[in-house]
Structures are given as structure tokens and as C-alpha cells.
């Protein structure tokens, strides 16, 4: 039994920007599949030219939901961990929206082999090109599978500042990935985004327009929103936290002033980066409005009475009030970075 597949990407000679994407199968290990997608490639009618060959593994991912919440628009659910070699990375809502024309992807998740096993799972619902390959932001769980869209094709979108933070970051993500996830993690990268998005900048899918605007300091300091304006489907990426603990490494104070801008906005339904795959807006926004304005209150009680850091880490509650998940982990870093940022102000 072949273990890998070709996925071949085809354009028309005469008009390069109609592409469409084959199976096939590819061989026993990924040499064998790169010599049979090269031989594929050489044999090809000249009408139509060979543009990408990625080999996939098959059978070998995990099986990888893609739910439809609303007509062409498709979400994967990450798991609510950290990155591991059981999960693969797979750690972070990722989207999908399909046009007439062209296919979308919101975010890509954490490693090469989620990236194969998105693919895969695109190639299952249609042949059409995917275009863009659009990144909420620049951490490792939403970026990291965004090299294999790239190799197929599309383009990479982000946040002006997107470049910039991954700069700073990049060596660390990569280091902690491979040791977190281990050997599945082997052949990723990270992929810069080559259309940047300073304001507002709309993708046309054929048939239906994605309105994507990038977002001052928030949960980072390059937070991008896709709005998908036939079905009024918001993708929030990490702007909104449900049930996973909110994780915080932007600014406290531009996250909370801002989201209350974002919640007088109306919307049919938005995908958080982490939670359920559709919920309601703005309702969803309460409970992480919640924790981040009793982090706020906290960490400036805190400040006020002289209390130092690594005592206010121990003393402002992991659960704030509230059951969220992986609090262990994400908790402390939040009181230490709303200490830092509140303490000067
Ligand atoms: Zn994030």
C-alpha cells in the first residue's frame, strides 16, 4: 500500500490563475513520491503547466475535522492542550471558506503535518486553488502548518507587524515545537507573510468578499480579523479565548479597550482561536471580558498595596472566578505580563 499521495497542482498555461489540484497516489516513502511527481510533472500536455507537487502522508495524520458552520465556510477545532507528539501541534482553530473561484484558509496550525492533513481535508471538499493562506497572528500554533499551504500555492497573509514579531521569536518557537511535538514536527518552517495588511484589505473569492482588518495592540501587537461577508462569519482569532485560558502577549489595556469597540459590531456568528468552532457574538466575549477585566483590577490592587511580583503571581488566582482551562500554564504568564505593563502606567 502506497503511504504517501502527490497532491499536483495544475495551471492553465494561458491563464495561470486557474489552477486545480490533483491526487494521485505517491509511493512508500517521500523520495519515491518527489521522483513519481517529478515523472507525473514531465509527462503533463503543455495546455497545462505543473506548479506544486507537495507529498503527503497518507492514512498517516490524524483524522482532521473540517465542519461546515455556514454555507462554504468550514472550521477545524484545535485541541485544548499544549503542543505534543500525540496532538502534532494541532492546538488552534483553523478556517476555511470556499468561493467560486478560489479558496481561503484562516490560520494553518502548529507543525507540517497539520498543515498536510488541512490539505488533504481542503482536497477532500473541492479542487478549486487555494489562494491565500491568511494568519490571524504570528504564534507557532496558528502559523507553523502555513509552509505546506504556501508550497501548494498560496499566498501568506498578515498583519503588517506580523514579520517584525516572528523576527524576534522565531528561534524560540521553532526550538520549543521540536522538543514539545519531537519528530512529527521535522520538516516545518516558518513562513513569512508576503501580503501585508496594514488597515483593511478585502480578498475576493469569486462570489463572496473577505474583509480582513488588522487590530492595534491586543492579544498581540499584530492581531489580523477575517470577516466573510456573505454568511456574516467573524474569524477572531485570538482576540476571543472560550474556555481555554486567554493567553496574553500584546497589551492588557489595548485588549480591553478595544474589544469593547469590536463588540458593539454585529455578526452572524465568530470562530474563536480557541474554543467551540461558531458561537455567538457579542455574548461569547463576556466570560474572557470578564477575566481579563478581573486580571486588570487585581493586578492593579496588587501594584497599589506594594505587593511584589512573584508574590502577586501566587496571590491573583489561577481560575479567576471562573473554570478555564490550561490555566496552569497560561495564568501565571498573565499576571506577570499585566504586572509589567500596569506597574509604570
Ligand atoms: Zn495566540
Given at each position: 500500500?502506497?503511504?504517501?499521495?502527490?497532491?499536483?497542482?495544475?495551471?492553465?498555461?494561458?491563464?495561470?490563475?486557474?489552477?486545480?489540484?490533483?491526487?494521485?497516489?505517491?509511493?512508500?516513502?517521500r523520495a519515491v513520491c518527489?521522483?513519481?511527481?517529478?515523472?507525473?510533472?514531465?509527462?503533463?500536455?503543455?495546455?497545462?503547466?505543473?506548479?506544486?507537487?507537495?507529498?503527503?502522508?497518507?492514512?498517516e495524520t490524524t483524522p482532521?475535522?473540517?465542519?461546515?458552520?455556514?454555507?462554504?465556510?468550514?472550521?477545524?477545532?484545535?485541541?485544548?492542550?499544549?503542543?505534543?507528539?500525540?496532538?502534532?501541534?494541532?492546538?488552534?482553530?483553523?478556517?476555511?471558506?470556499?468561493?467560486?473561484?478560489?479558496?481561503?484558509?484562516?490560520?494553518?496550525?502548529?507543525?507540517?503535518?497539520?498543515?498536510?492533513?488541512?490539505?488533504?481535508?481542503?482536497?477532500?471538499?473541492?479542487?478549486?486553488?487555494?489562494?491565500?493562506?491568511?494568519?490571524?497572528?504570528?504564534?507557532?500554533?496558528?502559523?507553523?502548518?502555513?509552509?505546506?499551504?504556501?508550497?501548494?500555492?498560496?499566498?501568506?497573509?498578515?498583519?503588517?507587524?506580523?514579520?517584525?514579531?516572528?523576527?524576534?521569536?522565531?528561534?524560540?518557537?521553532?526550538?520549543?515545537?521540536?522538543?514539545?511535538?519531537?519528530?512529527?514536527?521535522?520538516?516545518?518552517?516558518?513562513?513569512?507573510?508576503?501580503?501585508?495588511?496594514?488597515?483593511?484589505?478585502?480578498?475576493?473569492?469569486?462570489?463572496?468578499?473577505?474583509?480582513?482588518?488588522?487590530?492595534?495592540?491586543?492579544?498581540?501587537?499584530?492581531?489580523?480579523?477575517?470577516?466573510?461577508?456573505?454568511?456574516?462569519?467573524?474569524?477572531?482569532?485570538?482576540?476571543?479565548?472560550?474556555?481555554?485560558?486567554?493567553?496574553?502577549?500584546?497589551?492588557?489595556?489595548?485588549?480591553?479597550?478595544?474589544?469593547?469597540?469590536?463588540?458593539?459590531?454585529?455578526?452572524?456568528?465568530?470562530?474563536?482561536?480557541?474554543?467551540?468552532?461558531?458561537?455567538?457574538?457579542?455574548?461569547?466575549?463576556?466570560?474572557?471580558?470578564?477575566?481579563?477585566?478581573?486580571?486588570?483590577?487585581?493586578?492593579?490592587?496588587?501594584?497599589?498595596?506594594?505587593?511584589?511580583?512573584?508574590?502577586?503571581?501566587?496571590?491573583?488566582?489561577?481560575?479567576?472566578?471562573?473554570?478555564?482551562?490550561?490555566?496552569?500554564?497560561?495564568?501565571?504568564?498573565?499576571?506577570?505580563?499585566?504586572?509589567?505593563?500596569?506597574?509604570?502606567?
Amino acid at each position: 500500500m502506497p503511504m504517501f499521495e502527490i497532491l499536483l497542482t495544475l495551471c492553465l498555461a494561458d491563464a495561470p490563475l486557474e489552477c486545480r489540484t490533483l491526487r494521485t497516489s505517491g509511493g512508500e516513502d517521500r523520495a519515491v513520491c518527489q521522483a513519481e511527481a517529478r515523472r507525473l510533472t514531465a509527462e503533463w500536455p503543455a495546455e497545462e503547466i505543473p506548479q506544486k507537487w507537495p507529498c503527503v502522508p497518507k492514512g498517516e495524520t490524524t483524522p482532521f475535522d473540517l465542519s461546515e458552520i455556514a454555507p462554504g465556510v468550514y472550521v477545524h477545532q484545535g485541541a485544548h492542550a499544549e503542543p505534543s507528539g500525540d496532538n502534532l501541534g494541532d492546538t488552534a482553530n483553523i478556517g476555511v471558506v470556499i468561493g467560486d473561484d478560489a479558496v481561503a484558509v484562516i490560520d494553518a496550525g502548529g507543525g507540517r503535518r497539520v498543515g498536510e492533513a488541512l490539505l488533504s481535508a481542503i482536497r477532500n471538499l473541492t479542487d478549486k486553488p487555494i489562494r491565500w493562506v491568511v494568519l490571524t497572528h504570528m504564534h507557532p500554533d496558528h502559523v507553523l502548518g502555513a509552509s505546506v499551504l504556501r508550497d501548494a500555492g498560496a499566498e501568506v497573509v498578515g498583519h503588517f507587524k506580523h514579520p517584525r514579531a516572528i523576527a524576534a521569536r522565531e528561534g524560540s518557537y521553532l526550538e520549543a515545537y521540536e522538543r514539545l511535538v519531537g519528530a512529527p514536527f521535522q520538516g516545518s518552517r516558518i513562513e513569512l507573510p508576503t501580503q501585508l495588511v496594514k488597515d483593511r484589505t478585502e480578498l475576493d473569492l469569486g462570489g463572496r468578499r473577505l474583509i480582513l482588518e488588522a487590530h492595534p495592540t491586543m492579544h498581540t501587537d499584530n492581531d489580523l480579523t477575517v470577516y466573510d461577508e456573505a454568511t456574516g462569519t467573524w474569524f477572531l482569532g485570538d482576540l476571543l479565548f472560550l474556555d481555554h485560558t486567554p493567553a496574553l502577549d500584546g497589551s492588557l489595556v489595548g485588549w480591553l479597550n478595544n474589544l469593547e469597540k469590536l463588540t458593539s459590531r454585529e455578526a452572524a456568528r465568530v470562530v474563536p482561536g480557541h474554543g467551540p468552532i461558531s458561537v455567538s457574538w457579542p455574548e461569547a466575549a463576556e466570560p474572557m471580558r470578564m477575566y481579563l477585566t478581573t486580571l486588570v483590577d487585581r493586578t492593579r490592587a496588587a501594584i497599589a498595596a506594594g505587593v511584589p511580583l512573584g508574590e502577586a503571581v501566587e496571590t491573583i488566582g489561577g481560575q479567576l472566578d471562573a473554570p478555564w482551562l490550561l490555566s496552569d500554564i497560561f495564568h501565571r504568564r498573565n499576571v506577570t505580563s499585566a504586572f509589567k505593563e500596569l506597574e509604570w502606567e
